[in-house]
């Protein structure tokens, strides 16, 4: 019996009728009976926090549920109502930092073919700050360890499989309850469209993996590879550097073999994923007939 009620009390596969007890009947357990505390903070206490703090700005639901101690991944994607996508796109894309626009993108690793190792490429130039000394900038196909430069090969390679990989997490088309406090993952849909309705409460249902963050991923892959965006970021740093009277940062060496290499690889996402991708583009022919145009 202390088992099948411990079982009931915690596990979230049962209904809430199932997991409810009486507070005499929770005392009376001794600690069997333990309270769903998550399931408090998600259903009670995160919903008014979030909509008393969305007129701020600042902050996001994934900021709010770590706040809470809540899993901050289940909110990454869920965006404020006052802070939209809509307002987003009010913002010239070109002035935001890097850091701040691909901040949801997943890195990659590169291997070294001399000692082994794998280090995190950050892009065509990385920046070390060491310990109490000045930061320097080197090669991003160098390794930290051994200093031999990767084969861009074997980059070309890396970024082909992680577009392939979040492509196929786009096209598996997973959806989720825009409020994330109802936890539903599915990939059934009903005859309502994206309405679903679950324990008597209606929510909509949202892609988990949008087109918006494949777009963003795939550009995040093309800027490892794009050296004229490396070099103006590098430019904007010595720029800020200076302004602060601080020593600049040199350019790396990038020999005339590995800029066609970097080249290759750009030409090949821009044709393969970006240029293929509708999410970029306009459909002209929707002004063309309200516009009587054609």
Not at 46 to 52: A, E, G, H, K, W
Not at 237 to 264: A, D, G, M, Y
Request: proline share 4%; hydrophobic share 35%.
């Amino acid at each position: 019996k202390d088992a099948s009620l411990t079982a009931s009390a915690v596990g979230s596969s049962k209904s809430y009728a199932e997991r409810a007890f009486h507070p005499d009947e929770v005392r009376r357990s001794k600690g069997i009976l333990k309270v769903d505390i998550d399931w408090y903070l998600l259903q009670q206490i995160m919903p008014p926090i979030q909509r008393l703090c969305d007129p701020i700005a600042g902050t996001s639901p994934a900021l709010l549920a770590e706040n809470l101690g809540l899993d901050a991944s289940k909110y990454k994607n869920i965006t404020s109502a006052y802070n939209n996508d809509d307002d987003e796109d009010l913002i010239n894309i070109a002035e935001i930092d890097d850091k701040e626009k691909f901040k949801g993108c997943e890195s990659i690793s590169v291997p070294c073919a001399k000692c082994k190792s794998s280090f995190d490429y950050n892009g065509v130039f990385r920046y070390v700050e060491g310990d109490g000394e000045e930061p320097t900038c080197s090669n991003g196909l160098e390794c930290p360890d051994c200093k031999t430069l990767a084969d861009p090969a074997i980059l070309s390679n890396i970024i082909t499989l992680n577009a392939h990989k979040f492509i196929s997490k786009y096209y598996d088309y997973w959806l989720v309850a825009d409020d994330p406090s109802a936890e539903l993952r599915t990939r059934q849909q009903s005859v309502n469209g994206r309405s679903w309705v679950m324990n008597g409460r209606r929510m909509q249902l949202v892609p988990e993996y949008p087109a918006k963050a494949l777009y963003t991923q795939i550009k995040f892959l093309e800027s490892f590879v794009d050296i004229e965006h490396a070099e103006r970021n590098l430019k904007k740093e010595n720029e800020s550097r200076e302004k602060q009277k601080q020593s600049l940062l040199k350019v790396p060496l990038i020999n005339f073999e590995q800029k066609q290499h970097f080249q290759q690889i750009k030409d090949k996402v821009r044709q393969n994923y970006l240029q293929t991708s509708g999410y970029g583009f306009i459909n002209t022919s929707l002004f063309e007939r309200a516009f009587r145009l054609s």
